[in-house]
């Protein structure tokens, strides 16, 4: 947040514009990964076959790689793999 903030607000120096665009690509691919533990996750509670996973990976990876970074991002808080967990559960043992 911190890094976002500093490449909209000029502060004067280039140089802290510069670390904090590099700053945000990283996290943003780091919250791209967590997304995509999420969606892994949740494709392995819906028990998927081999072509919806494919399908899924090339609509969402392919195409909507924000998406998935802003739901790692969310992920952070909510934790969405916990809950997909907890709900994988109990089908299991019925």
Known sequence: ???FLLTMVSFGGKAIAILAVNILNVAIVLYFF???AVLEVFLNSMRAGLFI???TYIILVGQLLP???VVGLIDYWVDFRARL???KTPSENS
Request: proline share 0%; no cysteine; net charge positive.
């Open 67 to 69: 998406i998935l970074a």
């Open 34 to 36: 967590q997304g995509l």
């Open 53 to 55: 996973r494919v399908l």
């Open 1 to 3: 947040m911190t890094a």
């Open 85 to 87: 967990r907890k709900m």
